[in-house]
């Protein structure tokens, strides 16, 4: 494999703008989007927003602007900016903690979503961990990540005509992808033996940087491999079950190895989900191999691991058969001075059958944690069976609540207004709450003027994508109704974007079709619903859901008033939480873990109205946004799903559709303002990305950093 990055040139004076192009770190610099939207306007937007791929685009274009003054400046500008960030020399990890520096925490995840032009990501889970590496890159905390580079991404979804999620692949392009094969000393390509019973494979490893993060992704798509290894890395979440233990092999176990062959200086490893456990089983048989006794190699792997569970829903845990867990393992347990018997002991949970991967990431592991203060609550309920002992709220599970990451999600020229009217500082001290509360300052109509604004440009974009399809003979003209081309911007828009599954209850809204009908129809106060989410590629289940709205958005009785977006990502995500008026969320409480995207909306002054599940738990406070239903969800014997329905319309009809179209003399809805700006000063301090992280470091990272194992070194 030759390095891409090798194959092709830009002129000398401006040869940084590869190494600008390789880091990803210009995704949350608006200044180096700028620069290389300068480069060519309409490249940017053919290419996805692609540095890589605009730059090879862009020869041409590239010899003028070398001579042009006025783009030189703005570049050198950009590059020192840049070489400032990356030197790194007063970042808040290395003013509090410099004494860690040379020791690194080894983030591992099956996803990372991090842009648009590196699909290998699905959703929540993924994007959550690309704001972590962004954050700890902004804070200078030595994070490496581990994970999965998948040829094929994950699926993307088109809808037929009759409503039903097509899956499609498309193969990633190395030459234009911002990545690249790692390298090692001797200038061959980084290659992994990986050999465990009945698995023998090499793996490959490729390389992403994030600002002063790294990550490092596997993949199996190498020569030599046998046809079925070589789909192992194929795709994110494809495949059976057996599929499935190999991936997740690979990642935990193969991960801890290429650290080890890397010579990386970790000392604390970090599971996000559980699909990664297996390194916590490695680190174990390592120590062993030491000569360790079982309860202090134990009591080393505890002392370094953090594990985060992302989900109580059932099926969202990986189980494996004990059989076929078994074929991978017998050499290993053998090598750990284990029976058989004792060595599956390690993936039970109590009276359940099978392999379980998050019972055995919750043993090894000696920090652990989930992802909302509700879900801690629920999580020790659904775990206390490993501590049968202890009673519930003892069960050491803490919480930290999820944020994003405030630089990749505000929107542009909010961002702007934030920065007039905060303080230039805003971004660094991002989770002090007195900064917020001058939020009061920005003017109502200045703040209603820019939300205005994203609206339009979020409306534009759905036109812009359905006159596409309309363009290339591939819409029927109620598809492109259906694809939003009849949104009105001045009326009141809500959104609900995330993945189609049974609990998050998408067609909740659509229950009482005549009451919603008349709400979509009123001729003065009219309300319109955007959705837009991915089933899993075997779900049938949520793809009939989807199939259920995408009819009732072809239907002319609705007035083109219920849209759904296609092939919900990052890209469409961002439009979403910028420029739709309200968020809506209503899953089965408590099965909500946390919910990240109703925060992106949050900060960018878009309240929610959602279900006192998950972060709302937290995040709501009687002014900033509207709750259905009551906290913990409902009683017992109620039917939920009517109750919770009935309670959205009566929210609706009382109190957001006659706030937001209570207008003062100059047009602006003052009394919804307060709204936004309340939502604001409450959500951003809270649910940020510095917050969570800082959490994760002083809760976890630190005291595993301080203990005796790290100290000797792995
Ligand atoms: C933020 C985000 C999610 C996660 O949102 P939830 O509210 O947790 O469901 C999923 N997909 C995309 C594309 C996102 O941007």
Known sequence: MTDPYQQWQVPARLSRLKDLAYNLWWCWHPEARALFKEIDRSLWATTHHNPVYLLQQAQGRLQELSKDEGFLSRYDQLVSIFDEYLAAEKTWFKQRHSDFSGKAIAYFSAEFGVHNSLRIYSGGLGILAGDHCKTASD??????????????????????????????????????????????????????????????????????????????????????????????SGRLYGGDRAMRLRQEIVLGIGGIRLLRQLKVPAAVYHANEGHSSFLFLELLRERLATGLSLENARREVADSGVFTTHTPVEAGHDVFDEHMVSEYFKSYWLAMNLTQEKFLELGRAPNAAGWNMTALALKLAGRRNAVSRRHGQVSRRMWQKLWPSTPEEQVPIAHVTNGVHLATWTQQELGWTYTRYLGEDWWDNQDDPALWSRIGAVPDEELWRVHTRCKEDFLKMLRSRARERWMAGLAEPSQVMAQGALLDPSSLTI??????????????????????????????????????????????????????????????????????????????????????????????????????????????GVPNLSILDGWWEEGYNGSNGWAVGQAGGRREGENADDADAADIYGILEKKIIPLYYDRGPDGAPHGWVKVMKESIRSAAPRFCGNRMLKEYVDQFYLPALASPVAARGR
Not at 187 to 193: A, I, Q, T, Y
Not at 536 to 547: C, E, N, S, V, Y
Not at 551 to 570: I, L, N, Q, S, T
């Open 495 to 604: 959104g609900f974007a995330r993945r189609f599954a049974g609990y998050k209850r998408a067609t909740l809204i659509l229950r009482d079709r005549e009451r919603l009908k008349r709400l979509l129809r009123d001729p003065w106060r009219p309300i319109q619903l955007v959705f837009a989410g991915k089933a899993h590629p075997a779900d049938d289940g949520g793809k009939a859901l989807i199939q259920e709205v995408y009819r009732m958005a072809k239907d002319p009785a609705f007035g083109g008033r219920v849209v759904f977006v296609e092939d919900y990502d990052m890209h469409v995500a961002r439009y979403l939480v910028h420029g739709c008026d309200v968020w809506l969320n209503n899953p089965l409480a408590p099965l909500e873990a946390c919910g990240t995207s109703g925060m992106k909306a949050a900060i960018n």
């Open 139 to 232: 804070l200078g905390v030595p994070l490496i990540g581990v994970g999965f580079m998948y040829p094929q991404g994950y699926v993307q979804q088109k809808i037929s005509v009759d409503g039903w999620q097509q899956n499609v692949y498309d193969q990633i392009d190395w030459s234009v992808s911002p990545v690249r094969p790692l390298i090692g000393k001797d200038g061959e390509r980084v290659m992994l033996d990986l050999s465990l019973d009945a698995l023998k494979l090499k793996v490959a490893v490729w390389e992403v940087v994030l600002g002063r993060v790294r990550l490092y992704l596997m993949d199996t798509n190498v020569e030599g491999n046998s046809p079925a290894d070589r789909e192992i």
